[in-house]
T-cell receptor, first 114, second 114 residues
Framework: AQSVTQLGSHVSVSEGALVLLRCNYS??????LFWYVQYPNQGLQLLLK??????LVKGINGFEAEFKKSETSFHLTKPSAHMSDAAEYFC????????????FGAGTRLAVHP | EAQVTQNPRYLITVTGKKLTVTCSQN?????MSWYRQDPGLGLRQIYY???????DKGDVPEGYKVSRKEKRNFPLILESPSPNQTSLYFC?????????????FGEGSWLTVV
């Protein structure tokens, strides 16, 4: 069965520091991978997605993620954190079979302090 | 503007009182679904719909009903709400169930059952 694991339910960084949010997936077939962000009291917004093209995917707001098949990982990074990046981030996988639903990780809450 | 619109955004209700959360999208999407978000569990799919009059259960369908009589609308019905249905609910849509299609989310509906 497909699954997504996000390491660290809470991550705290200083403004200007590197942001690294970890995501590992389990899938027996090629996955499509997504990162969503949820700002307080808002819905989920797509940051970026991997759909089997380039392994390094660039998204909005300076975020990017690299698909590493050998490590079954899709970690999200941003070189320099901004206060406005404070939010909850969800990694999700979508695979063929069944009804092609999104399977979400438990989420990582990012705090950015001055 | 492309949107998924949910109503109500916030609701407190009592056990057993039927309620409906409406969802509408203006993107002519075929695929729509409902998720619930609970702390530490991420988002889990309740029901989905591949098109008009085509619906099926997701991972946590107990206590919920849906209907899809029009392409743009996909209401979620709680016939007899219970406290364990207190959660944040999201409606979502995508062009189709294609794996690479982006899934768009509404802003969420906070439901409290007392």
């Amino acid at each position: 069965a497909q699954s997504v694991t996000q390491l660290g339910s809470h991550v705290s960084v200083s403004e200007g520091a590197l942001v690294l949010l970890r995501c590992n997936y389990s899938s027996s077939v090629p996955p499509y991978l997504f990162w969503y962000v949820q700002y307080p009291n808002q819905g989920l917004q797509l940051l970026l997605k991997y759909t089997s093209a380039a392994t390094l995917v660039k998204g909005i707001n300076g975020f990017e993620a690299e698909f590493k098949k050998s490590e079954t990982s899709f970690h999200l990074t941003k070189p320099s954190a901004h206060m406005s990046d404070a939010a909850e981030y969800f990694c999700a996988v979508r695979v063929s079979g069944g009804y092609n639903k999104l399977i979400f990780g438990a989420g990582t809450r990012l705090a950015v302090h001055p | 503007e492309a949107q998924v619109t949910q109503n109500p955004r916030y609701l407190i209700t009592v056990t057993g009182k039927k309620l409906t959360v409406t969802c509408s999208q203006n993107m002519n999407h075929e695929y729509m679904s409902w998720y619930r978000q609970d702390p530490g569990l991420g988002l889990r799919q309740i029901y989905y719909s591949m098109n008009v009059e085509v619906t099926d259960k997701g991972d946590v369908p107990e206590g919920y009903k849906v209907s899809r009589k029009e392409k743009r609308n996909f209401p979620l019905i709680l016939e007899s709400p219970s406290p364990n249905q207190t959660s944040l609910y999201f409606c979502a849509s995508s062009l189709s169930a294609g794996l690479g299609n982006t899934i768009y989310f509404g802003e969420g509906s906070w439901l409290t059952v007392v």
